[in-house]
T-cell receptor, first 119, second 114 residues
Framework: AQTVTQSQPEMSVQEAETVTLSCTYD???????LFWYKQPPSRQMILVIRQEAYKQQNATENRFSVNFQKAAKSFSLKISDSQLGDTAMYFC????????????????FGQGTRLTINP | DSGVTQTPKHLITATGQRVTLRCSPR?????VYWYQQSLDQGLQFLIQYYNGEERAKGNILERFSAQQFPDLHSELNLSSLELGDSALYFC?????????????FGEGSRLTVL
C-alpha cells in the first residue's frame, strides 16, 4: 500500500523567511507523480507544485520549489520569501502512473502540515 | 475556480437521516473522486468513478454509496448518518488517462450531523 507521511503537524515562521515542509512516501511503483496542495481557510484545495518521478530536475513554481530525493522517497517543499497569504494547510500527495486499470487512479494524501506565516 | 462544482456547500442534518451530495466535474473530465476530510485531518479517499463505472474504492462505509451519471455528474449518498460523519466532503475530477495526474477539487460540502 502506498502511504504518505508528513511529520510536521504545525509550523510557524515570520513573513519573508524561508520555510521547508517535509514529506516522505512509501511505494513500490517506479513511475508516479508527487504533489503539494494548499488548503487555505477558504478550504479550497489548490495545487501548488507537481513533480514527475522520472524527472531528476526539481520542480519550481515562483517562490515554491521542491527537493525530490527518489532513492530516499522524500519530497520536501520550500517556500521562499514567505507571505501572509501562504498561511494554510499543506498536503503532500502521491499518485502512481500509469494506472493499473484504465481510469483507476487514487491520489493518496499525507495528514497535512498547518503553516502559519506571522507578520 | 477549478471548474468543479459541488452542492450544497453547507448541510446540517440529524442523526439517522440521509443526504445526497452532488458534484459536476470539469468539462471534459471523465473521472470523479470523492474524498472525506474530518476535522483537522487529511483527505481520505472514498471512491472513484470513471466514465460512469466504479474504478477504485477506499474506506467507504456501507452506509455510503455513490454513482456517476451519463452526463458525468456524480452523487454521494450518505445514509443512517452518525455524528462521526460530520466532515468536509470533497469531489475532484481529472481526465485520468492523458492528464498529468492532477486532480481538480471542488470547494467541498460541509456536512454537520447533530
Amino acid at each position: 500500500a502506498q502511504t504518505v507521511t508528513q511529520s510536521q503537524p504545525e509550523m510557524s515562521v515570520q513573513e519573508a523567511e524561508t520555510v521547508t515542509l517535509s514529506c516522505t512516501y512509501d511505494t513500490s511503483e517506479s513511475n508516479y507523480y508527487l504533489f503539494w496542495y494548499k488548503q487555505p481557510p477558504s478550504r479550497q484545495m489548490i495545487l501548488v507544485i507537481r513533480q514527475e518521478a522520472y524527472k531528476q530536475q526539481n520542480a519550481t513554481e515562483n517562490r515554491f520549489s521542491v527537493n525530490f530525493q527518489k532513492a530516499a522517497k522524500s519530497f520536501s517543499l520550500k517556500i521562499s520569501d514567505s507571505q501572509l497569504g501562504d498561511t494554510a494547510m499543506y498536503f503532500c500527495a502521491f499518485i502512481p502512473l500509469p494506472p493499473i486499470i484504465q481510469g483507476a487512479q487514487k491520489l493518496v494524501f499525507g495528514q497535512g502540515t498547518r503553516l502559519t506565516i506571522n507578520p | 475556480d477549478s471548474g468543479v462544482t459541488q452542492t450544497p456547500k453547507h448541510l446540517i442534518t440529524a442523526t439517522g437521516q440521509r443526504v445526497t451530495l452532488r458534484c459536476s466535474p470539469r468539462s471534459g473530465d471523465l473521472s470523479v473522486y470523492w474524498y472525506q476530510q474530518s476535522l483537522d485531518q487529511g483527505l481520505q479517499f472514498l471512491i472513484q468513478y470513471y466514465n460512469g463505472e466504479e474504478r477504485a474504492k477506499g474506506n467507504i462505509l456501507e452506509r455510503f454509496s455513490a454513482q456517476q451519471f451519463p452526463d458525468l455528474h456524480s452523487e454521494l449518498n450518505l445514509s443512517s448518518l452518525e455524528l462521526g460523519d460530520s466532515a468536509l466532503y470533497f469531489c475532484a475530477s481529472s481526465v485520468a488517462i492523458t492528464g498529468t495526474g492532477e486532480l481538480f477539487f471542488g470547494e467541498g460540502s460541509r456536512l454537520t450531523v447533530l
